[in-house]
């Protein structure tokens, strides 16, 4: 059903003209002191019965939420901290201090807060309404589970501008899931995959940003669902409920609106019957449409498209040349099989790559196009110029060609659709003929015979001979490497000499900067149209590494993400290694940050440069096969391009310095003021040593100041240390360098700082939560203080000193 503009004045007779929607809300008090245990009584019940709060079962544990009793199954509207693991039991203990908080049965394990209020709780309670509410001694409401919705909206909770809804994993599972109903300042309430917030990413919205209002979205009691100004008189209802159903005597209705995991907005209506008949419970609207379930965007993963199965399920398929990431999560996307070279045709070893352009019909993407080709208007124009393009992985035709980036993402079947996609498919085959006959093979193997026979007893002489000298020249001269046991066409980097590079860089003459990696130089390709590159010469490199150095470049070489430094060529000639990388010519974040007389990037712009490392991180940690641990992110690590975009250098060259980073008990590596506590304690090294250091940095992009130059009441103190004294004194706005900054993004890029910033790894989130934490997608707890954080050092009125 489509929405629409309704008067005020009806919109007030329907919410108020029917007296039974008026009833005074019951509710049974719970005192301090009051617990459930998951062992035994697990909920604290509403006066109807229907809703409760307490422990439910989930996977193999529970979780902490309000439920929906229907019938014999539970609907489960609202979950306490969604994205952890279920816990194994315990207790939830309204404690005599006034806070609510979960406590373990195993004593030796930390309790959780499940709601921060500003005063001491005295009293709490679970309403008909389905809302669990803490109140203080006046009975004024302190904190309830309607100002914080997961996935659910209920009769009478809002959803107020610059809030959202997040869809659950699953029905079963209520962890974040893939999708978000996002109310925004705009007045426009819109649903996105999580991650994304470009239009272009929008799969349904309500159209209502040309008004210049702030919109709320509103559930009344009888099922209407509307958007209204609180200012103002404009209303917009989007579904208006059948009111003879909800003013049925023989009958109790109780209305959900829930963003499914499917990413469908679905208002649901619950019918219990008086005459004891079994509930019945009907989907009453829902956006977008369910015959268009493929239209949700992100249904499938990258390079993959979503089509409908003969029995309505969404089914996906990969593009050619690429299978699925992960064969039991086929909704997770698709990596491409072979890969082909930059070098034309240019063959190593026995066999050539050979690449064709494969089409894909009736499919429908989002354009991600690098280049429009000028005047090319066949199809067989198009598969041309991809095809002598080495950089070009995907084409598509419409009514022009444009040459399109990987990842393909929103991919969908669309029946009698114009456009053509065209995917460059590699396959290898062998340089010479493949077939003999069996005569010719036989007399080969008998002529092989003979000379092998005679040659055996030649090379068992001549060997002797050649071990003798062998044993002198080692000592005389230094080890050789062979170039071609390193397939570098089969990752896709050109291989360069060193005599290349060393004109190139007019004899390694101008020093970009140095590191622990080595030192990098900057070049200029004059045979590529004088493209500037810039050249790295590892250093600290171990002896006998020859197959470690080519296994972790071919790792190096294969990770490709917008927010990490692309690598172009190496150099492995003799005992010379170096590696070519694009050329950033904005220089490192620590220019921008910390030098002298230079203005500081706007708060925006900070922000901006922060997400794109997180992003850039979550790709390292998480969606490669084989995690890599960075071991060093600092600000002189990320680089800036043309376009102001930060990306991550030096990722995986950690494994190429003495030492062995598979074996997670290691040396330290990394900068002082940057290093996680497990560095120092010889505990496991993961990729929580980089959430720490990221922490660590995120609080030097807010505030513009280096790590390790704090003191507190005269006592040094880290970065850390100083945010959090800021945070509880009162003085979060003396973090923040420069003007114009968002105070409500502030407290939350602070609080993820501090949380990064935690002593015990597991405590610190994942990068991929760090990066729905930043944009917004999840809400950000209060972080506890750092470990190393003196008690004594609260309230002093010494904030910082530099």
């Given at each position: 059903m489509a929405s629409y503009t309704i008067p005020l004045y009806l919109i007030l007779f329907i919410i108020h003209g029917n007296p039974s929607m008026g009833a005074q809300i019951s509710e049974r008090s719970i005192p301090q002191g009051s617990q459930i245990n998951a062992a035994g009584t697990q909920s604290w019940v509403s006066p109807s019965g229907r809703f409760a709060f307490g422990f439910y079962p989930e996977g193999e544990g529970f979780s902490i939420g309000v439920w929906l009793a229907t019938g014999a199954t539970r609907t489960i509207v609202w979950t306490a901290f969604r994205d952890d693991p279920p816990v194994s039991g315990g207790s939830i203990l309204l404690t005599a201090g006034g806070s609510l908080q979960w406590i373990p049965a195993n004593q030796g394990s930390q309790w959780k807060l499940i709601s921060a209020t500003p005063t001491s709780a005295t009293s709490a309670a679970i309403l008909d309404t389905g809302n669990f509410v803490l109140y203080d001694a006046k009975r004024q409401v302190l904190w309830s589970n309607f100002g914080s919705p997961t996935d659910t909206l209920l009769p009478g909770q809002n959803l107020p501008p610059g809030n959202q809804l997040f869809s659950s994993v699953s029905n079963n599972k209520h962890a974040t899931g893939k999708y978000r109903l996002a109310n925004q300042d705009d007045g426009n309430l819109v649903m996105y995959p999580i991650g994304t917030r470009d239009p272009g990413s929008a799969y349904w919205a309500s159209d209502t940003s040309d008004r210049g209002l702030l919109l709320t979205l509103s559930l009344h009691p009888n099922g209407t669902v509307w958007l209204f100004d609180r200012n103002s008189s404009y209303t917009k209802v989007l579904f208006l409920a059948n009111q003879s159903l909800s003013a049925s005597t023989n009958s109790e209705s109780y209305y959900h609106l829930t963003l499914d995991a499917d990413g469908l907005l679905r208002l649901y209506l619950h019918v219990f019957f008086k005459q004891g008949k079994e509930p019945l419970t009907k989907i009453e609207w829902l956006v977008p449409s369910s015959t268009n379930r493929c239209g949700v965007k992100g249904v499938c993963g990258p390079n993959s498209f979503c089509q409908i199965t003969a029995s309505g399920e969404t089914s996906c398929s990969c593009l050619p040349g690429f299978e699925f990431s992960s064969a039991n999560q086929t909704t997770q996307g698709c990596w491409r099989v072979q890969t082909g070279s930059c070098t034309g045709n240019r063959s190593s070893g026995d066999i050539r790559p050979i690449a064709t352009m494969v089409m894909v019909k009736n499919t429908s993407w989002s354009d991600l196009s690098y280049n429009i080709p000028p005047q090319t208007t066949t199809i067989e124009e198009c598969k041309s110029i991809c095809l002598s393009d080495c950089a070009c992985e995907i084409a598509m035709f419409d009514t022009y060609c444009s040459k399109q980036m990987l990842p393909m993402r929103y991919g969908r079947m669309v029946q009698g659709s114009n456009t053509m996609l065209f995917?460059?498919?590699y396959s290898y085959e062998p340089k010479g003929p493949i077939r003999k006959t069996r005569s010719s093979v036989s007399v080969s193997m008998l002529i092989s015979g003979s000379v092998l026979a005679i040659f055996s007893i030649v090379v068992l002489t001549v060997s002797v001979v050649l071990?003798?000298?062998h044993q002198l020249l080692r000592y005389t001269r230094a080890p050789q490497h062979q170039d071609t046991e390193f397939d570098e066409e089969s990752i896709g980097i050109r291989s360069y000499s060193f005599h290349d590079l060393e004109l190139s860089t007019d004899g390694f003459a101008q020093e970009l900067g140095?590191?622990?990696?080595?030192?990098v130089f900057r070049g200029v390709l004059a045979?590529?149209?004088?493209?500037?590159?810039?050249?790295?010469r590892l250093e600290r490199m171990a002896e006998n590494r020859e197959r470690e150095f080519q296994r972790e470049v071919r790792a190096i070489a294969r990770t490709h993400h917008r927010n990490l430094v692309c690598l172009l060529g190496i150099c492995n000639e003799s005992t010379y290694r170096l590696l070519v990388y694009e050329y950033m010519p904005n220089g490192s974040l620590t220019n921008l940050l910390f030098k002298p007389d230079t203005p500081l990037p706007s708060w925006s712009k900070r922000v901006a440069i922060a997400?794109?490392?997180?992003?850039?991180?979550?790709?390292?940690?998480?969606?490669?096969?084989?995690?890599?641990?960075?071991c060093d992110i600092k600000p002189e690590n990320i680089l800036i391009d043309s376009s102001g975009m930060a990306k991550i250098a030096d990722f995986g060259l950690?494994?190429?310095l003495v030492g062995n980073q598979t074996k997670t008990f290691t040396g330290i590596r990394g900068t002082r003021g940057y290093l996680a506590p497990e560095w120092s304690k010889n505990n496991a090294i993961t990729v929580k040593v980089d959430v720490y250091s990221f922490g660590v940095m995120l609080l030097e992009i807010i505030s513009c100041k280096k790590s390790m130059q704090f003191k507190m009441a005269g006592e040094e103190c880290n970065i850390s240390?100083?945010?959090y004294e800021c945070v509880v004194s009162g003085g979060l706005k003396e973090v923040a360098a420069g003007e114009d900054v968002d105070e409500i993004e502030l407290e939350r890029m602070v609080k993820i700082g501090i949380w990064c910033t935690q002593n015990e790894p597991v405590t610190r989130p994942s990068m991929k939560n760090v990066v729905l934490m930043m944009e917004g997608s999840v809400q950000v707890r209060h972080p506890p203080p750092p470990a190393s954080y003196s008690q004594s050092l609260l309230h002093t009125g010494s904030r910082g000193e530099i």
């Open positions: 995917v460059k498919v071990c003798k000298r140095r590191g622990a990696y080595g030192t045979n590529s149209g004088n493209k500037v590159i810039a050249v790295k997400l794109d490392v997180a992003r850039g991180l979550q790709y390292l940690h998480e969606e490669i096969d084989v995690p890599i641990i960075h950690a494994k190429l240390e100083w945010a």
